[in-house]
């Protein structure tokens, strides 16, 4: 893999958190319009449907509840391989697998998991791996510390936020 499409790569996933996630950068959920590939799949869709419907739904809700959200690519690693397609996809363009490190952090305005609205700002975290072909994002696996901010909001139990 070259060094220019290795930083294709980062970019496109810095991009992808920094302005898909962050309140004010782009419309809320357009990210998907601009790199996903429409076939895409979310495998950790925390369910809702696994596409990019499921995944712009959940960007919304998001940016609902935290209007102010900024979410920071803290690393990323891009890992060149071969089969880094989708099978009988060409791939020409930037491809491989993207790993990103991330921070968000916002003030919590709206209901989110079930906690009602607190004003008070909070910070969360999580990894995403990231699938990429031809420029477009076709996978994703991602985990994030939903008690830590589900302790943040007061919603664990001996808690009070």
């Not at 996933?13 to 601009?34: F, K, M, N, Q």
Request: some cysteine; charged content about 20%; overall charge negative.
């Amino acid at each position: 893999m070259t060094a220019d499409v290795r930083a294709a790569l980062a970019n496109l996933a810095r991009r992808w958190v920094e302005e898909g996630w962050s309140a004010g950068a782009l419309p809320a959920g357009s990210i998907v319009d601009d790199l996903h590939h429409p076939d895409f799949i979310d495998h950790d869709s925390g369910g809702r449907a696994p596409d990019n419907a499921g995944f712009r739904a959940g960007i919304v809700a998001l940016l609902a509840a935290f209007p102010d959200l900024v979410a920071t690519a803290c690393d990323v690693v891009v890992e060149p391989a071969a089969d880094a397609c989708a099978a009988g996809a060409t791939c020409a363009g930037a491809s491989g697998m993207v790993a990103v490190r991330w921070t968000a952090v916002g003030t919590h305005c709206g209901a989110y998991l079930g906690a009602e609205p607190i004003g008070r700002r909070v910070t969360f975290k999580g990894i995403e791996v990231i699938r990429v072909c031809e420029g477009r994002i076709t996978e994703r696996w991602g985990e994030w510390d939903g008690l830590e901010l589900l302790s943040q909001l007061g919603r664990m139990p001996g808690n009070q936020g």
